[in-house]
């Protein structure tokens, strides 16, 4: 099995979300390492696709995936 790209890591990130944060950290990890061989230093994630597209969600989704080593943007 080949190691998930940067995009197919953020998809399984969108899925865990849906499903009430399941398995979560394992996919920021997973995320982590595909920026890491990507060379890439931070995640650009749709907010239209997120559970709860509000500013406190989002902000709050920002902070928990900085404190697992994962920079977040929004595309506008």
């Known amino acids: ?3 998930p790209t ?7 990130i969108y899925a865990s979300l849906q499903a009430d944060n399941l398995d979560l950290d ?4 997973t995320l982590k390492a595909a920026l890491a061989r990507a060379g890439m230093r931070e995640a650009v994630f749709d907010p239209a696709k997120l559970a709860q597209n509000n500013r406190s969600g ?6 928990y995936f900085r404190q ?6 929004f595309v506008a």
């Open 1 to 3: 099995m080949s190691d």
């Open 6 to 12: 940067v995009a197919e890591a953020i998809d399984s």
């Open 26 to 29: 394992a996919h920021i990890a």
């Open 58 to 63: 989002r902000k709050l989704m920002q902070a």
């Open 68 to 73: 697992r080593g994962v920079t977040v943007k």
